[in-house]
C-alpha cells in the first residue's frame, strides 16, 4: 500500500475502481482522475511525469492496450526500459526474450 499512497492513481472507470480494484484502498480524494479525463486534459497529469504512476485498470481489454501502447511509445521516445517479447515455444507453456530498445 506504501506505493499506492506516494503514487499518482488514474484508474480506468473510478466507481469501479473503488469497488474492484486497488482503490478500494485509498479515499476517493487520493486517486487521480480517470483515464477519460487524462485523454481529454493530458496536462492534468504533468506534474506527476516524474513521479510513480499507477493505472487501476479494472474494465475493457481495449483500455488496457490502448494504455500499454501509450507507454511503450513514451518509453522507446525516452529511451528507457526493455522490450519483452513472449513467444510460443512447442516445448514449453510459453517462452519470453527481453530485446534492449
Same mark, same amino acid.
Request: aromatic share 4%.
Given at each position: 500500500m506504501p506505493v499506492l499512497k506516494s503514487a499518482f492513481v488514474t484508474p480506468d472507470h473510478l466507481a469501479q475502481a473503488l469497488r474492484e480494484g486497488e482503490c478500494q484502498q485509498l479515499e476517493e480524494g487520493d486517486v487521480g482522475p480517470d483515464l477519460m479525463?487524462?485523454?481529454?486534459a493530458p496536462e492534468a497529469a504533468a506534474r506527476h511525469r516524474d513521479g510513480v504512476t499507477v493505472f487501476d485498470s479494472t474494465g475493457f481489454g481495449l483500455e488496457d492496450h490502448v494504455a500499454l501502447d501509450v507507454l511503450l511509445e513514451l /518509453? =522507446? =521516445? /525516452?529511451?528507457?526500459? /526493455?522490450?519483452?517479447v513472449a513467444r510460443q515455444?512447442? *516445448?514449453? *507453456?510459453?517462452? /519470453? *526474450?527481453?530485446?534492449r530498445l
Open positions: 479525463t487524462l485523454c481529454a /518509453a =522507446e =521516445e /525516452a529511451g528507457i526500459g /526493455a522490450r519483452l515455444d512447442s *516445448r514449453y *507453456r510459453s517462452t /519470453a *526474450r527481453i530485446r
